[in-house]
C-alpha cells in the first residue's frame, strides 16, 4: 500500500504520483483514496477527468466498485492548469485519453509545489504502452502498478483483453468489451483473434 510522503501543507516540494494497470485492477479506487486522505488532511484539492470519459458519471469520477468523487471534466490537458488553482493536489483520471501536453501539464503543477496524482491504463488493448503514460511513468517520482485477476486463468493479470471487434485504440467500455488478463492468456487470446 502507498503511504504518502508527506500529508502537511508547509512542504512546498511538489511532485507526480502514478497508478498504473490494466482494466479492472483499481486504479481509479487508488486514486480516490489517495485523494480523499488528502481531503481528510484539509488540503485543497481539484479533480480532473477528460471529457470523452461518460462511463459511469459525466462529471464525478467514478471506481468499477461505484465509489466516486467529484471531479471536472476537461477536453483537453492544458484545461487543468488554468483549472487547478491554488489546491495543494490535483488528481487525473483517464490520463490515457489525454493529449500528450499533460506530461508538460503535471511538471509545472509539481514544479509550482503541487502534489500531482494521475491514473491511468499503461498499455491499450493491444498491449502496447497507452497515450502519455510511458512518458508520465518516466517523469513521475512515485510509481504504483495495480494488478487485476485474470477472467481466464484466475492468476495476476496485467493486459486488458479486448472482447469486442473494434479495431480503433480508444474504445470506451466496461465488462462486455474488455476482461483483465494474464499475460500468456492475453498472447493466447491476440493470436487466435488473427
Known amino acids: 500500500m502507498f503511504i504518502e510522503p508527506h500529508l502537511g501543507k508547509s512542504n512546498k516540494s511538489g511532485w507526480i ?11 481509479t479506487e487508488e486514486l480516490i483514496r489517495r485523494l480523499n486522505r488528502a481531503i481528510i488532511a484539509k ?8 471529457k470523452v470519459d461518460t462511463r459511469y458519471d459525466k462529471e464525478n ?7 466516486s468523487i467529484r471531479s471536472t471534466p ?11 488553482g491554488n489546491c495543494d493536489v490535483v488528481g487525473i483520471d483517464e490520463a490515457q485519453f489525454f493529449d500528450d501536453q499533460l506530461v508538460d501539464v503535471c511538471n509545472k503543477l509539481a514544479n509550482s509545489g503541487k502534489r500531482v496524482i494521475v491514473a491511468g491504463l499503461d498499455m491499450d488493448y ?12 518516466a517523469v513521475a517520482e512515485f510509481v504504483t502498478k495495480v494488478h487485476a485477476i485474470c477472467a481466464d486463468t484466475g492468476e495476476l493479470a496485467s493486459f486488458s483483453f479486448r472482447l469486442a471487434k473494434e479495431d ?4 470506451l467500455g466496461e465488462k462486455q468489451e474488455y476482461e483483465a488478463r494474464s ?3 492475453f498472447f493466447e487470446g491476440m493470436k487466435n483473434r488473427k
Not at 504520483?17 to 486504479?27: A, H, I, N, R, W
Not at 488540503?43 to 477528460?50: A, L, R, T
Not at 467514478?62 to 465509489?67: F, G, I, L
Not at 476537461?74 to 487547478?84: E, H, P, S, Y
Open 17 to 27: 504520483e502514478v497508478v498504473c494497470g490494466c482494466m479492472f485492477s483499481g486504479k
Open 43 to 50: 488540503q485543497k484539492v481539484e479533480i480532473f477527468k477528460p
Open 168 to 171: 480503433s485504440q480508444v474504445l
Open 126 to 137: 493491444e498491449g502496447k504502452p497507452f497515450g502519455p503514460m510511458p512518458n508520465l511513468l
Open 74 to 84: 476537461v477536453n483537453f490537458a492544458n484545461d487543468i492548469l488554468l483549472l487547478a
Open 61 to 67: 469520477v467514478v471506481s468499477h466498485n461505484e465509489t
Open 183 to 185: 499475460r500468456r492468456s
